[in-house]
């Protein structure tokens, strides 16, 4: 490529909903801002790129992505996955090791990340698994995926609880070595057996087996007392309780190197909808009470829970076009992750764009220990940036998705904020709202 | 038929006219009474079917009457209900009917002369209806039909032995029954309206 | 009425106006000719993925006495045990042309996915889903204590409601789609609802619901109760430690020999003793209350045939294309 159509001039947009200023961006850099901009611009010959109104972020960072290849390629691809990343404001996803095989050695974890290279749409940070084949009796080889071209950190079993003291304590205890970090899927297996949607007042009503909060709220207690026993860093998947957040925050009051992630359905939905049977809103941890989302919510705004994590789970149209027993869990959440967020937090004044950053990119790339992601938007820090227009509403329609899921719980919700370009290391990955190009790189 | 609604007389358009006065339904009954007793050759096995809502007083009526003429009669013997619902050809078309009890004399009808008694005979469906209704209960020796009013338009091969009044009417009238046992105190008289 | 899924959004009117059209079906009963030909032509399918053969004849009976016809189809040696999914099985059927579906399944919730989808057109009539919901079942056990009742105050039952009626459900309420069914539709009624359980088989969250909760058989029935009805219990469930074991719970909250006494003891107790069935004998009932005068048990399951015909009369007439007067 010529360095002509590297350089592009961002006008107008808002970084981090503050004042306006113009970023230049040069040879995936971020060059110049404000007046500078311009000065620089006109020797660079830019791209100019109209963002007036817009507000500019630093590219979305998820910490909980399922792209389940290899294996489960009809549900999703690599590919699929990240162009959906892509379209929904993110530069980097972690990709979750219950992929078939199984995300437990070196070569399964660069094969994923070498898929993402290849793609080219965001960054592929692979998880891998805490235990071979995630059945929690047997350490995976952890140092060989941390060592591996992959450069993995965070390593979790999710989908299925560490549920063994002992193995995840060891685990916490070895993932020091290679500055990993144990994400925790909490979910306590005996309490539930057979689980199909939290356990409460409407579990009760529907007569479908409940998922209590104690099963993850216990795990979650014994973890990070665990974490703080051998001082390692732990990490909390998809909290969904109350209960799990009283039990975070005190964590973090005694100084246990602890952080927690929510996703956008735990802030917005509640098991109210299971009362239709339609299997979209099934998912794990279940959707919870009223009284759970508006607890997350001001565990989110406090910095209690530290990340929003999007648990994005495609799924084939057979998986969800059953009974509510036999469907899979889960949905799907990446291009509806910066909207719910947005409409769930920013709207009610929980928190502003500047902590919309810290939790979507900021502290997402500090615990996945992915140094070119997550950056302020500065002179001389990689140009990945996410323009949003705040202020368009639109209607979800999983049809018109770059995702192979049409799984997604939003269906026909009218929802804030829409993506309209997307910079990956200074390559436009989204244009005026539509997928561009992959960023092409030597070697891939 | 005349299935109208309660209110229906609140709402009756300036063109209802009254074809039955009160007295006249009490000569008409008493006329039916006596061809009844003739066409039977007395009263014995004779059983009264009255078809709801409004054939049950008319039979009950015409049981009094008729009793009236044999004092070893009682009248609330030879009379019963027989609900035709179940047997309609047009449950799929109009809206969910609620079936009501059917009633019959302690004596059964096998072997009875029933006497069918409805108020307006129309198309002949409810009829039609009520004959194998009645083929379902028992084996009368003979069924007949008596009717307060026949206002035409038969879509079936069926006609009344005792007819009250013969009213010829346009399909786009309407014929009411108002039975003061149905349709309260002062409240009886056959009306026929125009519909617009 | 669409569909008959759940007694829990069954509007008062609709309830009373199920049961009063049973009490004409159930006169149809006691005719020679025990048969109507109101649904002559159309086809019923009793779609049944879980084994009851119960059910499935009382709602065979029902629709052939409208003169409906009746097709059976049991999951077990059918395509469905070869993994074929309920889409596809619905589908199946619409394109056989059923006019009625009634579903038995073990997951709850699928009759209302079925109603919910666009996969069949016909009413759906849920013959228990799962822990969920047995609608009929709760509608037969209300029209068995409403003719009770009626009987009792020399009432006419037509047009009558259960106000005032106190009535036990005891047993295995968490697992029970009975128990929940008769909940809602007794409180719809007006009748007052005990549960009585050990605290294990409650479900979390039951707090919530319009009844009383007891773990005391004893006193809910010293405290004068017009019907109790027994829920059937699985002797497996001790090992699953809702229970230690059979004779424990049987000596707690089984309605055994002595309890049958005690209520005979009272002065004037008419209460009367309800079980669903199939019965176990000596865990949640004796044989002596089972047979006793206070049983229903029969009464219920001919009380079943007429309340199927009457909700099958009541989906499949009238002009589906408008909305029912119902």
Known sequence: M????????????????????????????????????????????????????????????????????????????????????????????????????????????????????????????????????????????????????????????????????????????????????????????????????????????????????????????????????????????????????????????????????????????????????DPVFKVNPPLRAESDVLALRAGLADGTIDIIGTDHAPHPSEAKECEWAAAAMGMTGLETALSVVQHAMIETGLISWADF?????????????????????????????????????????????????????????????KVRTVFFHGHPTVLDGALNTPRITEGA | MSNEPENARALAPVSARIVLSSDDIDRVITRIAHEIIEANKGTADLVLLGIPSRGFPLAQRLAQRIAATDPTLDPSAIIGQLDVTMYRDDLRHSTTRTPVPTRLPATGIDGKVVVLVDDVLYSGRTIRAALDAIADLGRPRI???????????????????????????????????????????NNNEVIIEATA | MKHLLSTLDLSREDAIRILDIAEEMAAVGTREVKKLPALRGRTVVNLFFEDSTRTRISFEAAAKRLSADVINFSAKGSSVSKGESLKDTAQTLQAIGADAVVIRHGASGAPARLAATDWIDAPVVNAGDGTHEHPTQALLDAYTLRTHWAATHGNSALGSDLAGMRVAIVGDILHSRVARSNLWLLRTLGAEVIMVAPPTLLPHGSHAWPCTISYDLDATLAGGVDAVMMLRVQGERMHDSFFPNTREYSRLWGFDDARLAALDAQPGSETIIMHPGPMNRGLEISSAAADSPRSTVLAQVANGVAVRMAVLYLLLSGDQQRPAGL
């Open chain 1, 2 to 277: 010529s360095t002509s159509t590297t350089a592009y001039l961002i006008r107008g947009a808002k970084p981090l909903g503050e004042e306006p200023s113009d970023i230049l961006i040069q040879d995936g850099l971020i060059v110049a801002l404000g007046a500078d901009a311009i000065a620089h611009a006109s020797a660079a010959t830019a791209t100019l790129i109209e963002a007036a109104g817009q507000i500019a972020l630093p590219g979305m960072v998820d910490l909980h992505t399922h792209l389940r290849e290899p294996g489960r390629e009809d549900a999703e691809t690599v590919e699929t996955g990240t162009r959906a990343a892509a379209m929904g404001g993110f530069t980097a996803v972690h990709a979750m090791a219950n992929s078939n095989p199984v995300a437990d050695t070196a070569g399964v974890v660069e094969q994923v990340w070498s898929l993402g290279k290849r793609s080219g749409w965001v960054d592929v940070r692979p998880v891998g698994a805490v235990t071979v084949g995630l059945a929690g009796k047997q350490l995976s080889e952890i140092g060989a995926m941390a060592d591996s071209r992959a450069g993995v950190r965070v390593f979790s079993d999710d989908g299925i609880c560490v549920h063994d003291p002992l193995i995840m304590r060891r685990a916490l205890e070895y993932v020091k070595a290679f500055d990993g970090v144990v994400a925790q899927h909490a979910q306590e297996p005996r309490l539930t057996e057979g689980a199909q949607m939290n356990e409460g007042e409407v579990s009760a009503v529907l007569g479908l087996a409940g998922w209590p909060a104690v099963a993850e709220e216990s795990i979650i207690a014994r973890d990070v007392l665990l974490a703080e026993h051998v001082g390692s860093r732990l990490h909390i998947c998809h909290v969904s309780t109350a209960g799990s957040v009283e039990i975070i925050r005190w964590a973090k009051s005694r100084g246990v190197n602890v952080t927690a992630e929510v996703t956008p359905h735990h802030l917005l939905l509640t098991d109210e909808l299971v009362k239709s049977y």
């Open chain 2, 143 to 185: 069924v007949r039909l008596a009717v307060l009013v026949d206002r035409g338009h038969r879509e079936l091969p069926i006609r009344a032995d005792h007819v009250g009044k013969n009213l010829p009417t346009a399909t786009t009238e309407k014929v009411r029954v108002h039975l003061s046992e149905v349709d309260g105190e």
């Open chain 1, 357 to 417: 950053a810290r939790i979507t990119s900021t502290t997402p790339a500090a615990i996945g220990r992915v140094s070119d992601q997550g950056r302020a938007l500065a002179v001389g820090e990689p140009a990945n940036i996410t323009l949003v227009d705040a202020d368009a509403r639109w209607i979800v329609d999983p049809f018109a998705m770059a995702t192979k899921g049409r799984n997604s719980p939003f269906k026909g919700l009218e929802l804030p904020g």
